[in-house]
């Protein structure tokens, strides 16, 4: 085997990784459907369907939800101020 060979094979190699790797960063974070939507609830979401304007929103403003803290999606619990 020739010295030169082994190093090609490595260089095509390290741009076949660095192509992918950044190809990964690319990708968009996962999106959680808004609760109560239909998206949510073929998901296993929990959270009030009606008083969420069926994923629109509570009423109270925008991006304002009701949600159940056993849902697996939006539950869990809530930040202590």
């Known amino acids: 085997m020739c010295l030169c060979t082994g190093?090609?094979?490595v260089?095509?190699?390290?741009?076949v990784v660095a192509a992918v790797a950044k190809?990964?960063?690319?990708?968009?974070?996962?999106v959680i459907p808004a609760p109560g939507s239909d998206a949510a609830i073929m998901a296993g979401c929990?959270?009030?369907?009606?008083?969420?304007?069926?994923?629109t929103g509570s009423g109270w403003g925008?991006?304002?939800f009701w949600v159940n803290a056993d849902c697996p999606l939006h539950g869990g619990e809530a930040?202590?101020?």
């Not at 260089?11 to 741009?15: L, P, Q, T």
């Not at 190809?23 to 996962?30: I, N, V």
Request: include cysteine; proline fraction near 12%.
């Open 62 to 64: 925008p991006g304002k």
């Open 23 to 30: 190809h990964r960063k690319k990708t968009a974070p996962e």
């Open 79 to 81: 930040p202590r101020v």
């Open 46 to 55: 929990k959270c009030p369907v009606l008083d969420n304007g069926h994923g």
């Open 11 to 15: 260089a095509v190699v390290g741009v």
């Open 7 to 9: 190093i090609l094979e």
